[in-house]
């Protein structure tokens, strides 16, 4: 997996998939479909999803995760900001039981010969307010990094 | 996605989500201080300080030692660490999401 770098307020990941964008837009916004692809073996499973489709509109997924411990069912849920098929979907991402403000997840598909480049960005998991100001997060860097820097089990343990 | 160390998080992350907290931490970056000579650096009242101090405290963010009648506070940097790591999860669950979009996509046709 590739690494993460603890200044980055935001996760991106992208994947190239041979498909067009609208069938990308489909598995995306379509319960049935999400139905059969958003899950991970051994991890979790969308067991349960609804989505208004329209800039307003609510969506919600329920989602068993079954790590180490016993299967946990947790729901996600959410609104849509923006939804322009086939190239940009934008929804506010609120998981229960973190208490923090609502975080934001964006879809970008780009096609190109019949693959379609798809980047998922969920953005302010740090939340609004320290990515606004700018100067929180970079601190908060600097002490995290002074602090593995100068605890040498956990610069060992990140080698490892 | 959610571990159970997440309720210690949240605290951490309410600690940092204030500007006056995250000053004191960067105070407190250039090693202990009293919670007087941290106050100086405040138009606030020391209680208001004190307060602050023990949001931060709750969190695990600064540690209290006493100096004859002084409290003298340290950075703990330590919690942070928890926060990065829910960051980790949060990359790896988007990861295994799109490699279940792909999946989905290229082997159904």
């Known amino acids: 997996m590739s690494p993460i770098s603890v200044h980055d307020d935001r996760i991106v990941q992208e994947v190239t998939i041979k498909a067009g964008a609208q069938r990308v837009f489909a598995a995306l916004t379509k319960p049935e479909e999400l139905l059969q692809w958003w899950a991970a073996e051994g991890k ?3 067991t349960h999803a609804e989505c208004n489709l329209q800039p307003g509109g609510k969506w919600l997924m329920r989602v068993t995760s079954c790590g180490p411990d016993a299967p946990r069912a947790l729901t996600v849920c959410g609104e849509y900001l923006t939804v322009e098929p086939p190239r940009l979907l934008e929804y506010t991402w609120i998981l229960e039981r973190e208490d923090l403000p609502e975080t934001l997840v964006r879809w970008d598909l780009d096609e190109k010969d019949g693959y379609t480049t798809v980047r998922v960005t969920h953005s302010g998991l740090i939340t609004e307010e320290l990515r606004a100001r700018h100067d929180g997060w970079p601190l908060l860097v600097t002490l995290l990094k002074s602090y593995i820097h100068n605890e040498p089990d956990i ?6 | 996605m959610v571990s159970n160390v997440s309720r210690k ?3 951490v992350f309410r600690a940092i989500s204030d500007p006056t907290r995250r000053e ?4 407190l970056r250039t090693g ?4 007087g000579e941290i106050a100086q ?4 009242s ?4 004190s307060k602050h101090l023990r949001v931060l405290h709750t969190a695990g963010l600064v540690s209290t030692r006493r100096h004859g009648t002084q409290t003298r506070c340290q950075l703990n940097a330590a919690p942070l660490v928890g926060v990065r790591d829910w960051l980790r999860e949060y990359e790896s669950f988007w990861k295994d999401s799109l490699e279940g979009l792909k999946r989905h996509l290229e082997e159904n046709k």
Request: charged share 30%; no cysteine; aromatic share 8%.
């Open chain 1, 44 to 46: 979790f499973k969308v």
């Open chain 2, 32 to 35: 202990s201080h009293s919670v």
């Open chain 2, 9 to 11: 998080r949240d605290s």
């Open chain 2, 24 to 27: 004191i931490l960067g105070i």
């Open chain 1, 155 to 160: 610069a060992a343990k990140e080698r490892a």
């Open chain 2, 41 to 44: 650096n405040f138009r606030m």
């Open chain 2, 46 to 49: 020391r209680p208001a300080i």
